[in-house]
């Protein structure tokens, strides 16, 4: 059984419709040529730029992945550049973590959750209680929008003057994580 092999053709486009179909800029064709974009023919003195869509396809699949790599056409030089800096930079974050000065990424999460319930139990509990009472009986729709505002201030300023997330937060977040990994 033999298998036939079944190119995309593409149709054939000018510099305009090539630019409209990837939703980019003329400006972006042009790099794109100058980068090595392939070109049925070159545009000129009263003729079209012409551009087949399936090639352009397969080379943009090649560009995007080359640039992605950074490693295709790179020296050996620039190669091993590239890791010692990818080395230093672990070098310092081993060094920011030995001197405490980084928490792991879920410790600061189980922080910022504990900070963002309380702005909520402040804004679910206190605010409707207070709003209530000073509202009881009104009609005037700028005064209760005032009361509500000035309301609304009076939780977040009560929240932003004590410490939401506090070392201790962060510090049992870590023994826990320990005494989970050590049962």
Not at 73 to 92: F, I, P, V, Y
Not at 128 to 145: H, N, W, Y
Request: overall charge negative; proline content about 2%.
């Amino acid at each position: 059984m033999s298998v036939k092999n079944k190119k995309t053709r593409g149709r054939n486009v000018n510099r305009t419709e090539l630019a409209e179909i990837n939703g980019v800029s003329m400006p972006t064709v042009d790099d794109w040529v100058s980068r090595g974009c392939p070109v049925v023919q070159r545009g000129g003195r009263g003729r079209a730029w012409v551009f087949n869509t399936a090639e352009v396809r397969s080379w943009r699949d090649d560009d995007i992945r080359a640039q992605t790599s950074h490693t295709e056409n790179a020296s050996k030089d620039e190669l091993l550049l590239r890791k010692l800096a990818a080395e230093t930079e672990q070098a310092e974050l081993d060094l920011a973590k030995a001197k405490e000065q980084v928490v792991p990424v879920e410790q600061y999460e189980r922080a910022l959750t504990k900070a963002f319930g309380e702005v909520r139990a402040g804004l679910r509990n206190v605010l409707p209680q207070r709003a209530a009472r000073r509202l009881m009986g009104e009609s005037d729709e700028t005064r209760f929008k005032d009361v509500l505002r000035e309301e609304v201030d009076h939780v977040l300023e009560a929240l932003a003057d004590r410490d939401l997330v506090e070392e201790t937060d962060i510090a049992l977040a870590d023994d826990e994580g320990e005494g989970a990994d050590g049962e």
